[in-house]
């Protein structure tokens, strides 16, 4: 999938993994600071140390999202008409042009035929080129 789309969830996969490398950094400091005596308060150093998981934390979660796969758009192709020839939506009962039946049936057991059947692969009554 090329497009707008993709080229977003790439950007935000990519500032996802520098917010990572940021916290991960942050939350290092922090610990490091809080394993050495310093004159630093030990509210400063956790805070810092928190903090940087908590953004390394929000990195992730933006990987996480530029990763998640979107809707998937599919092609529908559409059905030409038995009759006329007319290309009509997948799910249409009769052709927008000529009004026919999108369906072609057997008159006698309503098996759904092909288009070019000469008889019914259901009951084996020969196909009338009306139906």
Known sequence: MTG????????????????????????????????????LSAGIKYGLAGAGIAVAFIGVIMIFV?????????????VNCMNCGEPNPPDSKFCRKCGKPMVKKCVNCGAVLDADAQFCNTCGVRVRNDS
């Not at 080229?7 to 290092?28: D, E, N, Q, W, Y």
């Not at 998640?68 to 529908?76: I, L, P, S």
């Open 66 to 78: 530029g990763n998640k796969k979107g809707a998937t758009v599919v092609a529908v192709k559409p």
């Open 4 to 39: 707008k789309g993709s080229s977003s969830k790439t950007a935000l996969r990519t500032v996802g993994c520098v917010v990572t490398v940021i916290g991960l950094v942050l939350a290092a400091v922090g610990i490091i600071l809080a394993a050495t005596n310093n004159d």
